[in-house]
Nanobody, 133 residues
Framework: QMPLVESGGGLVQAGDSLKLSCVVSINTLTTYAMAWFRQAPEKDREFVAAITWINGTTTYADSVKGRFTVSRDNAKNTLYLQMDLKPEDSAVYYC???????????????????????????WGHGTQVTVSS
């Protein structure tokens, strides 16, 4: 069983909206934060948004602020990403979760969830989002 499974990607036009979902099968009692990353062809993996699992504190990449919203439903063990899309958002989107290797000393004093992929132990298989102009 995959620990994280994304869904909701597709082909849309610029200005359209999509909502990605990520079903979480890991033990969320030890999950500090979850995040969305994306990777376009021939580009590096890029941070998109993150949220702390218990408190719901969020952080976003500058490129998506005001257009994307990350949220979670703890009862359903599901992470979401609501997106208002531009062509440059086209990529494979991955959800990720911190694991037991994420130490208390790794936490930002402000409570902001981490944005670097190195902090995330669990990853989904990805879902493709393509935005036509």
């Amino acid at each position: 069983q995959m620990p994280l499974v994304e869904s909701g990607g597709g082909l849309v036009q610029a200005g359209d909206s999509l909502k990605l979902s990520c079903v979480v099968s890991i033990n969320t009692l030890t999950t500090y934060a979850m995040a969305w990353f994306r990777q376009a062809p021939e580009k590096d993996r890029e941070f998109v948004a993150a949220i702390t699992w218990i408190n719901g504190t969020t952080t976003y990449a500058d490129s998506v602020k005001g257009r994307f919203t990350v949220s979670r439903d703890n009862a359903k063990n599901t992470l979401y990403l609501q997106m208002d899309l531009k062509p440059e958002d086209s990529a494979v989107y991955y959800c990720a979760a911190t694991g037991v290797t994420f130490r208390a000393s790794d936490r930002d004093p402000s409570g902001t969830p981490p944005s670097h992929w190195l902090y995330y132990d669990y990853w989904g298989h990805g879902t493709q989002v393509t935005v036509s102009s």
